[in-house]
């Protein structure tokens, strides 16, 4: 699955998350999967924004993380897997 460049997915409202710390604990109701999501992956999850594009998202992620330029592949890649895991839609 690939994701669309011009706009970011939304969190699907089905998903619980629970911030702990510097960690975001996902836990999808429909499926019963939990998921712990690390600082960076925390970050990327409490800023998808449908109305911004992944590039968009990638520079406000790089306010927060100032070497997070370096890893936009990864940040896309954590979108995707997201989305894949019906996490975001």
């Known amino acids: 699955m690939t994701i669309d460049e011009e706009r970011c997915p939304a969190?699907?409202?089905a998903?619980?998350?629970v911030t702990l710390?510097?960690?975001t604990v996902l836990y999808d109701e429909r499926s019963g999967t939990t998921m712990l999501l690390n600082p960076?992956?925390?970050v990327v999850?409490?800023?998808?924004d449908p109305d911004l594009s992944v590039s968009q998202l990638i520079a406000d992620v790089s306010e927060i993380f100032p070497a997070v330029e370096t890893l936009a592949?990864?940040?896309?890649?954590?979108?995707?897997r997201f989305r894949s895991?019906?996490?975001?839609?």
Not at 45 to 48: A, F, N, R, Y
Not at 73 to 80: S, Y
Not at 85 to 89: I, K
């Open 73 to 80: 592949a990864e940040i896309r890649q954590t979108v995707t």
């Open 11 to 13: 969190r699907d409202v």
């Open 15 to 17: 998903v619980e998350a």
């Open 21 to 23: 710390g510097n960690e």
């Open 85 to 89: 895991l019906g996490l975001a839609v």
């Open 45 to 48: 999850w409490l800023l998808l």
């Open 40 to 42: 960076s992956a925390s």
